[in-house]
């Protein structure tokens, strides 16, 4: 009887969204032989000529053009959903605290922080000295800075030891190559000589006149190079101090919370290394730490008279904290502090003068744990709530006797604390308000669990309102990341009320591949057990069906990046599970971009895909890569976004599977490709803009279940 309701229910949106999404012809890409032959295979990629609009090949002009056409068609596809968009976004801005103001962080005797003023977009870096009392200083007015670009990113902010300069980093194109810019902030000017193509964060010694900074190549726009810049030097005649060879390797460069040292960290999904010198020492070598060993992780952290090490040697697969003295660094000298346990993993450590902090992670919720330097006393945290995140907050100033630290859950917005470590008394600082009577009680959050195929136990987290109704007719987005070890976790999100309060369950499926539930979940969700991700994906999916939180006709999904994997992945495996999927920037072309090294990040990313020229891992790659696995066969609706300038997942992998999905798909439902052609990666740098973008896919989704208002 259920199912028969449901069916008629998904008749009747059905019915309706054909109304409200007006008919429209979809572009059909041209259609060029290229064939890629690797290990005796051959396989045919018609949409080869889409690669690279940046001037690689001759077909540019032709990709702008496809790539409008299928903008053209959204538009004319959602043109009947416009108002409701307008109101969407409307609605969602009117949450959002316009004039605001961010919790004060003190250091080296300032109070720093961010402020916005009513209509504007982006933000002012102000600072008052010593009492928040004091006159304030603008540092940065990026409202003004940003005036004429249509994407504006400023970060890395960093103020020299005489609090005399401010050096960060801007980006205007959303390629992630930011220049960097030093403000002499007793006169206001801006140094002549800038520092181009970095990745922005850059790292002051401790005489005020030298920078470290992290260089990209400029092709693969890999970090590459640490460099030393000293103030009012031609950029173009700084020194390199480090080069890395091995291009699977991040690198960058930061300086000790005590101040006492800058640090070079080499590092790749299963190994790293350390070098450094003494930060009142800039022109001296780089001294290696410890030399990169083999699947061994690790982090150094300075205290007075000793390193605190946290790593996985020696198979510690949750890592463990160990320690070292200063002078003898080298991994036979280190001893263990706090051993590896099976069930929990050590994510983090934040050192101050007198205590650590150890973020922790078990059962899937994290926990902090404090631990007193002299006589090794430890006491927890509390937070009270099935579902939540905490993290430790900024926290610059080594000697403090409070710990900054966030906190938030699917019901409850984004929340700062304060904690006395000594009187164990908790300051709320600030909760994001939100605009409009938000009461937290109006809302249900669950833990569930649901069990993988192999009989591993899911953790599911869901908030929805209250009155909705739990019978297999509400309609419900799952989300899903599932890479990288990037746990998901349980946040508020203001958008996501415009959802719930329209009869939506909101749900987050932490799936192996990330590590909610710790290193093993992890590996068990990479390289060859990748399907892993996917299949448990799909089992969420069923579960929230199976016990009666929506039905198969009102069951939606989404994810973005590597969660587009996810997306592409269950679309192919599962397509009728899912009433439509929302691809965010979808890494898809799993194959092609993995034995493709000039693109950003493949290299990089071996250790967490596989590397296509062995066999047997391009053999996988290709079983579950969603553009090598697109069939004639019926698939949900799908909404895919992408952005032009995106060096990430770079246009053509959704612009190439979109087409091919066009061509080969046998159903009529929807097939909508928004690309930003002024954006990248993480979309509008706005703080209203993105509201647009995603009014239009929440209008995507509601419209889906016949939702218009």
């Not at 012809?25 to 396989?43: F, G």
């Not at 346990?341 to 205590?355: P, S």
């Not at 006393?377 to 630290?405: C, M, Q, V």
């Not at 190439?656 to 954006?679: C, F, I, P, S």
Request: net charge negative.
């Amino acid at each position: 009887m259920k199912t028969t309701l449901a069916a008629l229910v998904l008749f009747a949106c059905l019915f309706q969204v054909h109304a409200q999404f007006q008919d429209a012809t979809p572009p059909i890409a041209e259609q060029k032989e290229h064939w890629r032959v690797i290990h005796n295979d051959s396989v045919l990629d018609n949409y080869f000529w889409m690669y690279d609009y940046f001037g690689k090949g001759p077909d540019s002009t032709q990709v702008l053009n496809y790539l409008r056409a299928e903008n053209n068609y959204v538009d004319s596809v959602m043109h009947l959903s416009k108002p409701f968009q307008t109101e969407l976004f409307l609605e969602m801005k009117a949450r959002i605290k316009e004039k605001d103001e961010s919790v004060p962080v003190f250091k080296n005797g300032y109070f720093y922080y961010y402020r916005t003023d009513e209509g504007k977009q982006y933000y002012k870096f102000c600072r008052k000295k010593e009492s928040m009392d004091s006159q304030e200083e603008v540092l940065l007015d990026v409202d003004k800075m940003a005036e004429g670009h249509s994407y504006y990113s400023a970060s890395g902010f960093a103020v020299s030891p005489n609090n005399k300069y401010l050096a960060y980093g801007v980006d205007t194109l959303s390629r992630r190559q930011y220049t960097i810019y030093i403000k002499d902030l007793e006169s206001g000017s801006i140094l002549k000589n800038n520092i181009q193509n970095t990745t922005g964060y850059p790292c002051w010694a401790n005489d005020n006149q030298t920078l470290f900074y992290t260089s990209k190549n400029p092709a693969t726009l890999l970090s590459e190079k640490i460099k030393r810049h000293t103030l009012g030097a031609d950029a173009e005649n700084d020194v390199v101090v480090y080069h890395e060879k091995d291009n699977s390797n991040y690198i960058w460069v930061d300086k000790s919370k005590n101040n006492q040292f800058i640090f070079i960290y080499s590092q790749a999904t299963l190994s790293s290394e350390l070098r450094m010198i003494n930060a009142n020492l800039p022109n001296s070598d780089f001294k290696v730490f410890q030399p990169r060993m083999k699947d061994v992780l690790y982090e150094v952290l300075p205290l007075n008279d000793r390193f605190l090490i946290l790593t996985n040697k020696d198979g510690a697969k949750n890592f463990k904290l160990m320690e070292c003295p200063l002078n003898t660094t080298e991994a036979s000298q280190w001893t263990e502090v706090i051993p590896v346990r099976k069930e929990v993993l050590l994510e983090r450590v934040e050192e101050f003068k007198d205590f650590i902090v150890i973020s922790e992670r078990e059962n899937g919720l994290v926990k902090l744990r404090i631990r007193n330097l002299e006589n090794n006393a430890e006491h927890y945290l509390d937070f009270g709530e099935a579902a939540y995140t905490a993290d430790i907050g900024a926290n610059p100033e080594y000697k403090s006797e409070k710990l900054r630290y966030r906190y938030s859950s699917l019901t409850t917005p984004p929340s700062t604390y304060d904690y006395h470590i000594n009187t164990r008394e908790k300051d709320l600082l600030k909760q994001e308000e939100v605009l409009g009577g938000y009461n937290s009680s109006n809302y249900t959050t669950e833990r569930i669990y649901a069990t993988a195929k192999d009989g591993s136990k899911i953790p599911i987290s869901l908030v929805y309102k209250n009155d909705t109704k739990l019978d297999g007719t509400s309609p419900l987005l799952l989300f899903g990341y599932g890479s990288y070890g990037a746990s998901m976790d349980a946040r508020f999100a203001s958008t996501r009320l415009s959802l719930l309060n329209r009869g939506f369950i909101y749900a987050i499926a932490h799936i192996r591949g990330g590590q909610e539930l710790g290193r093993a979940w992890y590996e068990d969700g990479k390289l060859m057990n990748k399907k892993n991700t996917f299949t448990d994906f799909i089992d969420c999916g069923e579960y929230l069906i199976q016990e009666n939180y929506t039905a198969r006709g009102h069951l939606y999904a989404m994810g973005g990046s590597a969660g587009g994997l996810l997306m592409g992945a269950v679309a192919n495996m599962a397509p009728n599970l899912w009433n439509g999927l929302v691809a965010a920037v979808p890494f898809v072309d799993v194959v092609n971009t993995m034995l493709d090294e000039s693109i950003p990040l493949t290299t990089n990313e071996f250790d967490e895909w596989g590397n296509p020229k062995n066999k047997e891992a391009y053999q996988y790659i290709k079983s579950y890569s969603p553009y090598e696995n697109i069939e004639k066969k019926d698939y949900p609706n799908i909404f895919v976004t992408t952005g032009l300038h995106d060096s990430q997942v770079q246009y053509f992998e959704p612009a190439k599977w979109v087409a091919k999905l066009r061509a080969m798909k046998t159903d009529e439902n929807l097939l909508l490709l928004r690309t930003q052609m002024e954006y990248g990666h993480g979309g509008a740098s706005g703080r209203f803009d993105y509201l647009k973008e995603i009014a239009e896919v929440y209008a995507f989704l509601l419209n889906l279940e016949g939702i218009y208002q």
